[in-house]
């Protein structure tokens, strides 16, 4: 079975600093999806950033960016020039690429890392 | 924009009662989701449905039922609500049909059992 590691409880960046979060899998399939999702307090879960293990090239949206190392099983996290409304709880999750049927469809969640950020 | 509702932000009933979480998305979505999260624990996979009045069991089943007689709206019922069943419930959709495709949450609901 497949799992999802989340290793940082919670950490704290500077605003306007990077911070990087970790996150580690462990699968035996070569095809399936990487997702970071966001949870703001008491604001509902929104995704981040979204990569496809097929595909070499980290995705990157905005100021968020993956560095995604398949051979590791690693998919961490970079929030470029932190801000305030970053803070949240940041959730890693795994999703086989098998044709959907059963539970190896559904998302496999991390426990994810809370982020501080000070002003 | 894709948007999931739920029936209560908060919700408190006692021991034996049966409850009612009710979920409604907006968006055709076929496969409809709900997970409990508990700090330390994340979030767990209670039941899920690719369509309407089918249902599989996820990660964690044992004391909850699901409804879903309709495609927008899913619900998660427990039969006799104990106080291990204090938690976030969170509901979610998505498109169905593709592989990998986003996850769509709603707001949550924070339910206390006494």
């Known amino acids: 079975a497949q799992t999802v590691t989340q290793s940082q409880p919670e950490m704290s960046v500077q605003e306007a600093e990077t911070v990087t979060l970790s996150c580690t899998y462990d699968?035996?399939?070569?095809?399936?999806?990487l997702f970071w999702y966001k949870q703001p307090p008491s604001r509902q879960m929104i995704l981040v950033i979204r990569?496809?293990?097929?595909?070499?090239q980290n995705a990157t949206e905005n100021r968020f960016s993956v560095n995604f190392q398949k051979a590791a099983k690693s998919f961490s996290l970079k929030i470029s020039d932190s801000q305030l409304g970053d803070a949240a709880m940041y959730f890693c999750?795994?999703?086989?690429?098998?044709?959907?049927?059963?539970?190896?469809?559904?998302?496999?969640f991390g426990k994810g890392t809370k982020l501080s950020v000070k002003p | 924009d894709v948007k999931v509702t739920q029936s209560s932000r908060y919700l408190v009933k006692r021991t034996g009662e049966k409850v009612f979480l009710e979920c409604v998305q907006d968006?055709?979505?076929?496969?409809m989701f709900w997970y409990r999260q508990d700090p330390g624990l994340g979030l767990r996979l209670i039941y899920f449905?690719?369509?309407?009045?089918?249902?599989e069991k996820g990660d964690i089943p044992e004391g909850y039922s699901v409804s879903r007689e309709k495609k927008e709206r899913f619900s998660l019922i427990l039969e006799s609500a104990s106080t291990n069943q204090t938690s976030m419930y969170l509901c979610?959709?998505?498109?169905?049909?593709?592989?990998?495709?986003?996850?769509?949450f709603g707001p949550g609901t924070r339910l206390l059992v006494l």
């Open positions: 699968t035996s399939e070569s095809d399936y999806y």
């Open positions: 979610a959709s998505s498109i169905g049909g593709r592989v990998g495709e986003t996850q769509y």
């Open positions: 449905s690719y369509d309407v009045k089918m249902k």
């Open positions: 968006m055709d979505h076929e496969n």
């Open positions: 999750a795994y999703r086989s690429g098998l044709n959907y049927g059963g539970s190896q469809g559904n998302l496999i």
């Open positions: 990569q496809e293990a097929y595909k070499q």
